[in-house]
């Protein structure tokens, strides 16, 4: 069974720009959860959606959105970059929710932002 | 609100010694509680979880962590560290009620381990 994958790995931009990551949940799994690595702050949660609904949501600025779609792949938009958004973004995936218990994270993104 | 304490953001251990990491946690509600690893580059890794059946809860790679209400701790323990269990291990809370399940992590403990 595949796990979590997020895609791009790794991407750099530049301060203004917009960028959207992508996650493709485990297979079966309807809950997708996003949190940000940061070295200041540690993990944070951003938001988490479950059947194409945001059930929670971190406390970020409105430049952080998401979504889910209907087959559970879910995408998190940055506009207007920041150099303090660069960071790892993590997805993580449950089979249910409210979550069973446990998430299993993606490999992450990294963003850097010049 | 809950949250995350790891007492100790690096330890360092030499191969074949016990490994103690230790975190505490507070929530309103009864918590589910996990501990998870990271190496650079990479994600989270569950390593165990409690979620209210037996106090001792194992894991894999041979950790094991307790949950002790009373101090409102959950460490975790490995009884003979390896080389390859070096990394940065995350201990993270998550209600059992009400309705926001975010997960809420401690800041992690560095673990180095010394041949």
């Not at chain 2, 690096?10 to 690893?37: D, I, K, Q, T």
Request: aromatic share 12%; charged share 15%.
């Amino acid at each position: 069974k595949a796990g979590v994958t997020q895609t791009p790995r790794y991407l750099i931009k530049t301060r203004g720009q917009q960028v959207t990551l992508s996650c493709s949940p485990i297979s079966g799994h309807r809950s997708v959860s996003w949190y940000q690595q940061t070295p200041g702050q540690g993990l944070q949660f951003l938001f988490e959606y479950f059947s194409e609904t945001q059930r929670n949501k971190g406390n970020f600025p409105g430049r952080f959105s998401g979504r889910q779609f209907s087959n559970s792949r879910s995408e998190m938009n940055v506009s207007t970059l920041e150099l303090g958004d660069s960071a790892l973004y993590l997805c993580a995936s449950s089979s249910s929710f409210p979550p069973g218990t446990e998430a299993f994270f993606g490999q992450g993104t990294r963003l850097t932002v010049v | 609100a809950q949250s995350v304490t790891q007492l100790g953001s690096h330890v360092s251990v030499s191969e074949g010694a016990l490994v103690l990491l230790r975190c505490n946690y507070s929530s309103s509600v009864p918590p589910y509680l996990f501990w998870y690893v990271q190496y650079p580059n990479q994600g989270l890794q569950l390593l165990l979880k409690y979620t209210s059946a037996a106090t001792l809860v194992k894991g894999i790679n041979g950790f094991e962590a307790e949950f002790k209400k009373s101090e409102t701790s959950f460490h975790l323990t490995k009884p003979s560290a390896h080389m390859s269990d070096a990394a940065e291990y995350f201990c993270a809370v998550r209600r059992s009620g009400g309705s926001n399940y975010k997960l809420t992590f401690g800041k992690g403990t560095l673990l180095t381990v010394n041949p």
